[in-house]
């Protein structure tokens, strides 16, 4: 157990440093948190209401951080390039994640244009119906791609890897509520990228030089 919560602590802070430098895609965070946790709660008396929130809301806030307002050059607190970066991503790297944002987008088109999704519903007689059939299949899609990556990582890098990085999506919302709520009031201020203070703290002390 103790080695599974160091992990945990490991990839959350790797993902913190690595990924979220912008106070715009910070801020974009906090708002997926809070609607992610807002879905968790739907998720016991209507799952398809819950999937909505998660991919309309969450996930739409949450990526478009990451695509339009997150630096894509060198980055010189942690001394590695975007790509590097992209390589060692335990999760979705960008690449991947257009590849599921493509499947989440060709859902509706597809029910839209076979209303039965290959015979798994009955033609929807109206607006709503549509609605719901979208989300069921956006319910199943979150859930697929949680379990796709986190058996490919059972392969990749382990078994304890993947739990651990399958348990921090599931609390990120939680944990980016926390570590994030102060972005906004730093965006307010004019500060558009995190100074990551506490990562050039730690590379000093690996150095064997004080703080400033």
């Given at each position: 157990m103790q080695s599974f919560l160091s992990e945990l602590k490991m990839?959350?802070?790797?993902?913190h440093r690595y990924y979220h430098h912008s106070r715009i895609n910070q801020s974009l965070h906090?708002?997926?948190a809070i609607s992610f946790i807002i879905a968790y709660i739907t998720l016991f008396f209507d799952p398809v209401k819950s999937a909505l929130i998660g991919w309309l809301v969450s996930m739409v806030s949450r990526q478009s951080g990451h695509f339009f307002f997150e630096p894509?050059?060198?980055?010189?607190?942690?001394?590695?390039?975007h790509e590097h970066k992209e390589q060692i991503k335990v999760g979705y790297n960008l690449r991947r994640k257009i590849i599921l944002h493509a499947i989440w987008a060709l859902v509706p088109l597809w029910l839209w244009f076979d209303p039965t999704f290959l015979g798994v519903f009955k033609p929807h007689a109206v607006d709503t119906g549509f609605v719901r059939h979208?989300?069921?299949i956006w319910?199943?899609?979150g859930i697929a791609a949680l379990l796709f990556r986190m058996v490919h990582l059972f392969f990749l890098k382990g078994v304890q890897t993947g739990l651990v990085w399958a348990t921090k999506i599931l609390t990120d919302p939680f944990n980016d509520a926390v570590i994030y709520v102060k972005?906004?009031?730093?965006?307010?201020?004019?500060?558009?990228?995190?100074?990551?203070?506490?990562?050039?703290?730690?590379?000093e002390a690996h150095a064997g030089r004080p703080s400033a």
């Amino acid at each position: 157990m103790q080695s599974f919560l160091s992990e945990l602590k490991m990839q959350r802070w790797d993902d913190h440093r690595y990924y979220h430098h912008s106070r715009i895609n910070q801020s974009l965070h906090l708002l997926s948190a809070i609607s992610f946790i807002i879905a968790y709660i739907t998720l016991f008396f209507d799952p398809v209401k819950s999937a909505l929130i998660g991919w309309l809301v969450s996930m739409v806030s949450r990526q478009s951080g990451h695509f339009f307002f997150e630096p894509k050059g060198y980055d010189r607190i942690n001394q590695a390039s975007h790509e590097h970066k992209e390589q060692i991503k335990v999760g979705y790297n960008l690449r991947r994640k257009i590849i599921l944002h493509a499947i989440w987008a060709l859902v509706p088109l597809w029910l839209w244009f076979d209303p039965t999704f290959l015979g798994v519903f009955k033609p929807h007689a109206v607006d709503t119906g549509f609605v719901r059939h979208v989300g069921e299949i956006w319910l199943i899609v979150g859930i697929a791609a949680l379990l796709f990556r986190m058996v490919h990582l059972f392969f990749l890098k382990g078994v304890q890897t993947g739990l651990v990085w399958a348990t921090k999506i599931l609390t990120d919302p939680f944990n980016d509520a926390v570590i994030y709520v102060k972005a906004p009031l730093y965006l307010m201020r004019g500060e558009l990228i995190d100074p990551m203070g506490e990562v050039e703290g730690l590379h000093e002390a690996h150095a064997g030089r004080p703080s400033a």
